[in-house]
């Protein structure tokens, strides 16, 4: 018997608390190791795909305002096109592919069964070499989704191999002005992608591995220290939890009394607990004071707010000694500050300049961005003949300094006065409403023009049209038409035209701004703002 409980108390020791601990400890540290880089492998996966797909969805919108639909509306045949402007086109999204690090953009029409290249970019290889793709060229090894984008009219992603390479490729089928359809579509080695899927899924690893062998090694110290009087210590840190980590005196005396008599683990456990309280006292002073210094960024974001909101009109009527014209706007930013803008100022008695704008991005970098393109509109305005000649100098002065190459979409004009002809020019913005004064509604074609700021030569056409008394004309940026309400559908042109047209014919400039943004609001709901909102109205009152 004496044998038997000596080899009892052996297995004890052999497998004792501290060995079982430890062993759970492992599992669950492994467990939890794994099932977290699986998780992060996951989620930067879907941030990369996400992000890729992004960059094609973005170059493709950007070739479609490079392209103008026109053009694909000359299409009939091989020679509809001339070579050199082929080529010209070429050269320019050959220089959007290269500063986009795209591999192609390219725009396909499709006769019968047989897809051909309308416009492509080619690589700098393909210049040396030249061995472009020409103009009407044949795709025979066309993928299956692309036939299908052109039949249903839907955009997709692709992952393929043709002979020009192995790429993720997004279709995005588009509309000429004569309805016809062509698909703009952008591509992106594949091999870049995985390069940047087998990273995420390598640091997954290392992240997993570095958090079991931590918390292994935390672990065990925690072990070690949990064997003495564990009852006592975990009614201590209860207690202190209750009291949101201020130490009682009688409890703390104990602790130091422990930590003094003992010099096992026991008395290194409770060392190891006096100096982690003394730790969170000073992280909880530490976060009074990141607390206060956020409630001052705060401050000085409300304080920018009010700077920008100043660098824009906010007088309406803004001329009352006028009878003439009736203006109105409003801008609402997503974030504190944003990169939506509206401007207008009367360039002599019988001319007024006008002008909105959408910046790329939100919050301070927008707002910084919108300030210096507001200054470059007034300075252009007062200086330039036309509204082509003003987006120009626009354009060139925000190409030279974008170093962190935003750009911005917008529409201006120039009202006379005197007759209410107005000329106008676009550089990448949703085309304004006229209203006119028995209450029909029209849209403003649209002009030729990319986004100012990312090519410093682009040229811009300058358009003209006719105001009668009581005509109005109503600008936009796309939080209008994008605002998206808790289902995610979006409020579109289509709404705008009939909140537009639904109005009273007798309505002012105020009304018809206020009108167009109340129907946004009742339509977006409780779904939070997701872009910035800025609606510009000039209604013409005649001479």
Not at 30 to 37: K, M, N, P
Not at 63 to 68: D, G, M, R, S, T
Not at 278 to 292: F, G, K, P, S, V
Request: aromatic share 8%; hydrophobic share 45%; with cysteine.
């Amino acid at each position: 018997m004496n044998d038997l409980a000596g080899d009892s108390a052996e297995r004890r020791r052999r497998f004792g608390l501290r060995s079982q601990l430890l062993l759970l400890l492992f599992t669950l540290n492994l467990v939890a190791a794994t099932a977290y880089s699986a998780v992060l492998y996951s989620i930067d996966r879907t941030e990369i795909m996400a992000g890729i797909d992004a960059r094609l969805r973005a170059a493709a919108l950007a070739v479609a305002e490079i392209v103008p639909d026109v053009y694909h509306a000359r299409i009939t045949g091989p020679d509809s096109i001339p070579a050199e402007e082929y080529y010209r086109l070429q050269y320019r999204l050959s220089r959007f592919a290269d500063a986009s690090q795209l591999q192609y953009v390219y725009t396909y029409m499709q006769f019968g069964r047989e897809i051909r290249t309308v416009s492509t970019s080619a690589t700098p290889r393909e210049w040396e070499t030249r061995t472009r793709t020409g103009f009407f060229s044949l795709y025979k090894d066309a993928p299956p989704k692309l036939y299908q984008s052109f039949a249903d009219g839907k955009p997709r992603f692709d992952e393929y191999t043709d002979k020009f390479g192995t790429f993720r490729s997004i279709y995005l089928p588009m509309r000429g002005v004569d309805a016809r359809p062509y698909v703009v579509g952008a591509d992106i080695p594949l091999g870049t992608v995985r390069d940047r899927l087998n990273q995420a899924l390598k640091t997954s690893i290392a992240v997993g591995a570095a958090m079991f062998a931590l918390s292994m090694a935390l672990g065990w110290l925690l072990v070690d220290r949990i064997i003495g009087p564990l009852i006592r210590l975990t009614s201590f840190t209860r207690n202190i939890g209750q009291r949101n980590f201020q130490p009682d005196r009688a409890e703390t005396a104990a602790l130091e009394k422990i930590s003094h008599s003992r010099s096992d683990e026991v008395g290194s456990l409770a060392e190891a607990m006096t100096a982690m309280i003394a730790r969170l006292q000073r992280y909880l002073i530490d976060m009074e004071a990141a607390t206060a210094a956020r409630e001052r960024v705060e401050g000085e974001l409300s304080a920018a707010r009010d700077i920008q909101a100043g660098m824009l009109p906010r007088q309406f009527p803004p001329f009352p000694e006028r009878t003439d014209v009736d203006i109105h706007a409003l801008l609402e930013s997503a974030k504190q500050v944003g990169g939506d803008l509206y401007d207008y100022l009367l360039i002599d008695a019988n001319r007024l300049f006008f002008v909105v704008g959408d910046v790329s991005g939100k919050g301070v970098p927008a707002a910084l961005f919108m300030a210096m393109t507001t200054t470059l509109f007034k300075a252009s305005a007062l200086a330039a003949q036309t509204t082509g000649e003003i987006m120009g100098r626009v354009n060139a002065g925000l190409a030279r300094e974008n170093a962190a190459q935003m750009f911005v979409t917008a529409v201006c004009g120039i009202l006379d006065l005197r007759t209410g002809a107005v000329q106008y020019s676009d550089g990448g913005h949703d085309a304004p409403f006229v209203r006119r004064a028995d209450g029909a509604l029209e849209r403003l074609p649209k002009l030729p023009g990319i986004a100012l700021g990312v090519f410093d030569d682009a040229t811009f056409e300058t358009g003209a049209f006719q105001l009668a008394p009581g005509d109005a004309l109503v600008l936009f940026t796309d939080g209008v038409s994008e605002a998206a309400n808790l289902a995610d559908d979006l409020f579109t042109i289509a709404r705008i035209e009939t909140a537009l047209g639904t109005a009273r014919a007798d309505t002012s400039a105020r009304r018809i701004a206020q009108g167009l943004a109340d129907d946004v609001r009742v339509f977006v709901g409780q779904a939070a703002q997701s872009d910035d909102i800025a609606i510009l109205v000039v209604r013409y009152e005649g001479p």
